[in-house]
């Protein structure tokens, strides 16, 4: 059944409230309309989801649209389940079009990201057709993903900052995604590189692989927020945040998927996945910070404002503001750690909410502590005596800044 056009933004805003008033309507978590990547001796996997717009707990009124138009083109939606994903086909496009009517045809409707993805549908439709190109998904609730194209829905709401990082259900993610070589933008599938590699090598055709991975590059799919600057392309995996003003050097850096930063921060180390760097910190040349797979039992590590992280340093524990962990030092959770006492009572006065529980060590002037037991807290410099070796935390003083101009 077609939807015939609707003359007026009040008869639309009419429309989309009665959908959503409707028995058979559910609000969406989150929904898109993504061209997808098709494997090419198998069109039946999907190599990768390309979304222009994406909807993260926003713009109702087009998920009423985008649901009415499917439920008049002959296709119910499942509301039961936490996602839904099908193909998109003309009629649904006609009906979405004829809905967003009095949109299209004033000048201001370019400013409305959905409208304009169904106008640019509506012209593919006329012109090459769509194939089996393009999917709509809804996620109602966030479960664990159960296709390809909701894993880049939800990849794509963590990149672009819709959703907070380590906020999202991503559970097994890498059984449903494809190992895939990426030639620049392009996935191709392996068994199909290893089926033609005598003919595409005689021709000269074998393509510029970039990389094998389940995941493309975050430039691959996202515009940068403004003073973001990313040096080389392959650092930072799809599914990072960076917030404004974060750099990412080349060479030992690398930001990974579900993990970033919250202001501006000066990456030159590795941002393993689950990690959150606060604003003003600095990882040093190096530096790596440990993820929930390397090495932190599971525990996710954040790391404060205006934190320092030296050249080639490891930080396994949760930092807070304005700590420094000195160059080639590895602070684990299990690492013992010496405090004196006149650094433990400046580093108490500025984390009155510590509880410090602490072994005497056999240096009366002290105690040891595990650095697990220091999670969180400010103003802390992890250093090591060159001279006996000992794992100190003294009270910083040390002010960390970042040089403006090159944020």
């Known amino acids: 059944m077609a939807i015939k056009s609707i003359e007026s933004i009040k008869k639309f ?6 959908v959503q008033k409707s028995e058979s309507y559910r609000k969406p978590i989150g929904f898109g309309i993504a061209r997808v990547d098709r494997g090419q001796l198998n069109p039946s996997k999907i190599l990768q989801a390309t979304y222009p717009v994406i909807n993260w ?6 998920a009423a649209v985008f649901i009415a138009a499917l439920q008049k083109s002959g ?3 499942d509301f039961s389940k936490s996602e839904f994903v099908c193909d998109v086909k003309k009629k649904f496009v ?9 949109y299209v045809k004033e000048a201001f409707g370019d400013n409305h990201k959905n409208v304009q993805v169904i106008k640019n549908l509506n012209q593919i439709a006329q012109t090459e057709g769509l194939e089996d190109n393009f999917k709509i998904i809804f996620i109602f609730d966030d479960e664990t993903p159960q296709s390809v194209e909701s894993i880049y829905l939800k990849l794509y709401a963590l990149s672009l900052g819709k959703a907070p990082l380590r906020s999202l259900n991503l559970t097994k993610i890498f059984g449903l995604l494809e190992n895939t070589a990426w030639s620049m933008n392009i996935p191709i599938e392996l068994e199909w590189l290893k089926a033609n590699e005598i003919e595409l090598k005689l021709d000269g055709a074998y393509p510029y692989i970039t990389s094998v991975d389940k995941f493309p590059r975050f430039l691959q799919h996202v515009i940068p927020a403004d003073k973001v600057r990313i040096l080389d392309a392959s650092k930072v995996r799809m599914g990072a945040q960076l917030a404004e003003g974060t750099a990412v050097m080349p060479g030992a850096s690398y ?3 579900n993990s970033g930063t919250t202001g501006a921060v000066m990456v030159e180390g590795r941002i393993s996945s689950s990690v959150v760097v606060g604003e003003g910190s600095d990882v040093g ?5 440990l993820g929930v797979l390397s090495g932190t039992n599971g525990n996710p590590v954040s790391i404060g404002k205006n934190t320092l992280l030296g050249a080639n340093s490891v930080t396994g524990i949760p930092l807070g503001d304005g ?16 405090i004196a006492k006149e650094h433990l009572t400046a580093i108490l006065e500025i984390n009155p909410k510590f509880k410090f529980k602490y072994n005497q060590s056999d240096d009366v002037k002290g105690y040891v502590i595990k650095a697990i037991e220091l999670s969180d807290l400010n103003g802390i410099h992890f250093r090591r005596d060159s001279q006996t070796g000992k794992m100190l935390a003294v009270r910083s003083n040390r002010k960390v800044v970042l040089n403006a101009d090159l944020h």
């Not at 805003?13 to 009665?18: D, H, I, N, V, Y």
């Not at 040349?285 to 910070?289: D, K, L, P, Q």
């Open 13 to 18: 805003k009419l429309f989309t409230q009665e």
């Open 57 to 62: 707990k926003e713009n109702y009124e087009s």
């Open 75 to 77: 296709i119910e939606v």
């Open 94 to 102: 006609k009906n979405a079009f004829n809905i967003f009517y009095p």
């Open 255 to 257: 930001v990974n998927f």
């Open 285 to 289: 040349g190096g530096a790596s910070i």
């Open 323 to 338: 700590c420094i962990v000195d160059a080639g030092v590895s602070i684990l959770e299990g690492t013992k750690v010496f």
